[in-house]
């Protein structure tokens, strides 16, 4: 995924993460001290790795890396073959917020993108 494609699906992800729960995400550029990281490759290249403090919850740390094998869009009804990058990230970083998947399809939290 291009880079500037991936900073814009963590930030509509983690958008819609702060509208619905009042939460704050605040990029810090010390991946070692971030609760949520996320990146294209692992290990993580230097520089490349986006780190992430959350105010106001309890947030488990998570590592989320994206692999470049996958078919990367932004959109809300990928084709098939395709993943929306804004909602896997979303529902990711929803691991480190709830924790569990919900069990109601269509949910972002649902076992599947």
Not at 3 to 9: D, I, N, S, V, Y
Not at 22 to 48: H, K, N, S, V, W
Not at 84 to 104: F, N, P, S, W
């Amino acid at each position: 995924m291009q880079e500037e494609l991936f900073l814009m699906a963590v930030g509509k992800a983690l958008s819609y993460w702060s509208a619905c729960c009042d939460l704050q995400f605040e990029r810090t550029m010390e991946p070692q001290q971030a609760q949520i990281i996320l990146c294209q490759a692992r290990p993580y290249p230097p520089g490349q790795a986006l780190g992430y403090m959350c105010s106001k919850a309890r947030v488990w740390p998570v590592s989320i890396v994206f692999h470049a094998t996958k078919n990367w869009v932004i959109a809300k009804n990928p084709a098939p073959g395709e993943f929306d990058a804004v909602r896997v990230i979303a529902h990711e970083v929803g691991h480190a917020l709830l924790g569990e998947h919900h069990l109601a399809d269509g949910n972002l939290m649902s076992c599947g993108y």
